[in-house]
Each structure stands twice: as C-alpha cells, then as structure tokens.
C-alpha cells in the first residue's frame, strides 16, 4: 500500500509538548468516487485547528488536522467531472474528514475550485476557510447585495475572516464598514484593506455608538461570551447578527426587546451534511475571480518554509498567541 508523509495528532497536548504535533507516514487516501487527490503544497492554520488539537482524547490512531490547502490535482475518482490531473486548486477541506496536513490529501471535488492565477501557493491557501466564512455570513446569513447599506460592526477585524469581510463587504456591497482592532498595527491593516472606521473593541459600546448613534444594521461576532447585552445595545431594531463561536449558556434574550436576528455561520454546514456542496466550489471560483481582477487580495502574513511537524507547531503557537494580523502558511520551499 502507498504511503505518505504526514504531521498527526494522538492527544490534546500543549503545543510546547514535543508531541503534540508529529511528523508520521501513514496510508495515502483512497478515493471515493468525487474525490480529488491534492498534492499539498502549501497550508493554513486557522483557530478552528487549535480548538481541535486541544479536544483530542488520547488515541492510538493520528488525528490529521489542517483545512486550508493549496496544491496540484494528482489523481481524480471515477465520477469527478468538474476538475482533472494537473489543475491548481484551492480549498477548505471538510471537517468529516482527514485533514490537509499530509504530503496528499483526499477531497471532495465540490469543494475545490482552481486557485487564482496570479497567487502563489502559499498566498492561495491564507484565504478559501476564512473567504467561504464571509462571504457565507455577508451575503447567505445577512443576504446583502451589491445595493445593500447601512452599517456592518466586523469584531476582530484584524484576523482572517475579519480581513477577508472587510474586503468582500467593500466590493460587492455599499455598507459602511466599521471594524474593530485595539493595536496600531492592526488598526492600520483594517484601514489597508478598506474599512472606513476602525475602532476599540474595548470600548466597544461607547465608540460605536459614537459613529453609529442609530445602531449597527450587521454584526459579526467571532468571541459572544459575555457581549451579548452590549450588542443588544448597539444593534439597531430589527438588525442581524451572525457568530461564529458557540459559547455555553449563551443567552439570547436581551436581543428579543428589539427583534434582532441571530444566525450561525459553520463553513463545514454543506459537506457535514452533503447539501448543495457545490456552492462552494463556485464561490471559490468567484473568489478566484476577484482575486486576479485585484478586488481580493492574499490575507497572508506570516510564511513558514517547513512542512513538517516543527513548522505547523510554530504556526499553532502563532496563531494561539492571539495576535495574528492576517494569516500564517506553512508551504513545500
């Protein structure tokens, strides 16, 4: 049997554990029949994989984690018709599933679209979690338009989905974005990418009231424990919210007096439950689009030039540092 290399998890340990994160072989994946087999090069980490690794109970069988990717079609089932041998792909991976950080990787084809051409690897595997996740909360969850106003409050503004709304909300919609970051260097990198206000989300309450004294029309919120009473003070009636976390106990009821809306955005809805799975390849494909016309831009920050156990530790350790601006990648040299 073929095998490959790999970087696995057996437990959730600290990431300074020497074996929290292992360089491994194991089976290459056999393909179902709408698989693809993706040559890795090159990889994101995004919170969701620390969450994982720290809920690992101990096992003897490897936990592949990793989602985003970017690679080369090796090899394609009996029932692909959309992608072939040879195409540069990009994509998010499925959280049912083995996950990216492998030499190859198994993915359903209606996951995946082309990459942009004019990205690179590494530049291509920052955006497909963190893009699908905007653009499925702005315009499914919040159901914008490209005539759509009023103002969208983008907490976390700095990070990667909050990098890639801000961008998305300013090309297809006419909403004004206001987004949150408390450093100087990431309140610069929110006004990079266009947001037109930027404030402290620690003063959160009285500095959007400041620029918004009607209310937010859109918010999106990545941390809810604990914040739900000030959103209910800056939401306007009958506003929208959409989060991404999913504290215990939260409660929702101070947003009833005022009729606010609260949706869930999981990126990982389609392929956990096999629905309409291949929107996704298409809007990554439109991403892709906007990217070579120079209306999405790469979110990456951060390289690592070591695809191996050492290198994805060093992003893990990045990323739960909670300081990233944009993205880190570990990518094949």
Request: charge should be negative; glycine fraction near 8%.
């Amino acid at each position: 049997m073929p095998t490959m290399t790999a970087v696995g998890s057996f437990e959730g340990l600290p990431i300074d554990d020497p074996d929290a994160l292992r360089d491994i072989e194991i089976p290459t994946p056999e393909l179902r029949p709408h698989d693809v087999l993706v040559r890795v090069q090159a990889v994101s980490v995004n919170p969701v994989d620390i969450k994982r690794r720290h809920s690992l109970q101990p096992s003897a069988t490897p936990t592949i984690l990793g989602f985003d990717a970017a690679g080369t079609v090796e090899a394609v089932g009996a029932q692909v018709n959309t992608l072939r041998v040879g195409d540069e792909v990009w994509y998010a991976g499925d959280v049912t599933r083995p996950g990216t950080n492998a030499e190859y990787h198994a993915v359903d084809e209606r996951l995946v679209a082309r990459k942009p051409t004019t990205l690179s690897f590494a530049e291509a595997a920052a955006l497909p979690l963190t893009t699908i996740t905007a653009w499925e909360t702005l315009f499914e969850r919040f159901g914008l338009a490209t005539d759509s106003t009023g103002d969208l409050l983008i907490l976390g503004a700095a990070g990667g989905v909050g990098s890639a709304m801000i961008q998305l909300a300013k090309a297809r919609t006419q909403v004004r974005v206001i987004a949150t970051a408390s450093r100087d260097e990431s309140q610069q990198w929110c006004r990079t990418l266009g947001a037109d206000v930027v404030v402290d989300h620690r003063e959160l309450r009285d500095q959007v009231l400041g620029v918004a004294p009607s209310g937010i029309d859109y918010l999106f919120s990545p941390h809810s424990r604990g914040n739900v009473q000030v959103y209910a003070d800056i939401v306007r009636p009958f506003g929208h919210i959409t989060a991404i976390d999913e504290p215990e106990g939260l409660d929702l009821l101070p947003l009833k007096s005022k009729s606010i809306a609260w949706h869930w955005e999981l990126m990982f809805t389609r392929s956990m439950f096999d629905y309409d799975m291949i929107a996704q390849q298409r809007l990554l494909a439109d991403a892709a689009s906007m990217v070579d016309a120079g209306t999405l831009r790469s979110t990456l920050t951060t390289t690592i030039e070591h695809f191996d156990a050492a290198g994805l530790q060093q992003a893990h350790r990045l990323v739960e540092s909670g300081s990233m601006v944009g993205k880190v990648v570990i990518h094949r040299s």
